[in-house]
């Protein structure tokens, strides 16, 4: 399709981190309209995740974050499949963020099923609860987009959090 223009790919690039000939793509299908091509690439990306869930995972970080002064520390375990990805700048600050996610909501587990009746943040796994930067997407979104990004599987495989005083 004729009439898709280099700032338009920039832009959509800009706000996704997508790739060039990806971005093209995605504004072609959506008739050049940016909120229907972000759209896509979010939902080609999901696609993408569900394909590489499966791959083994068994590189990656620990992740240290104190919070409060002192009073909070959490460990979280990241892992994706090759040491190449786990020591770039996105895996470091996807690891960050969900150590940030743990101490801010300290949730009983990574995934597994809420309570029924239960909606305080606390008692949703982590994969579920709403992200603390931009409560429009949640922590599994996320990771989503990291594993999009990154083009392998991304796992959170555990946490630890302690907390002064707390049992």
Not at 31 to 39: D, G, P, T, V
Not at 75 to 90: G, K, P, S
Request: aromatic share 4%; hydrophobic share 45%.
């Amino acid at each position: 399709m004729a009439g898709v223009t280099t700032e338009a790919i920039k832009a959509l690039r800009e706000k996704t981190g997508a790739g060039v000939m990806e971005s093209k793509r995605a504004l072609e299908a959506s008739s050049r309209n940016l909120a229907r091509a972000e759209e896509l690439l979010r939902e080609w990306g999901l696609a993408r995740a569900a394909k590489r869930a499966g791959r083994v995972a068994a590189q990656g970080l620990v992740e240290a974050y104190v919070h409060a002064g002192g009073r909070i520390g959490v460990l979280v375990e990241v892992n994706c499949e090759t040491d190449f990805v786990a020591r770039t700048d996105e895996f470091k600050r996807l690891a960050h963020d969900l150590a940030m996610q743990v101490a801010a909501t300290n949730p009983r587990s990574v995934a597994g099923e809420a309570g029924a009746d239960s909606t305080a943040e606390e008692d949703l796994p982590l994969l579920e609860q709403p992200f603390i930067k931009d409560p429009s997407q949640t922590v599994q979104d996320l990771i989503n987009e990291a594993i999009r990004k990154l083009g392998e599987n991304v796992v959170v495989r555990r946490f630890c959090r302690y907390e002064l005083g707390a049992e």
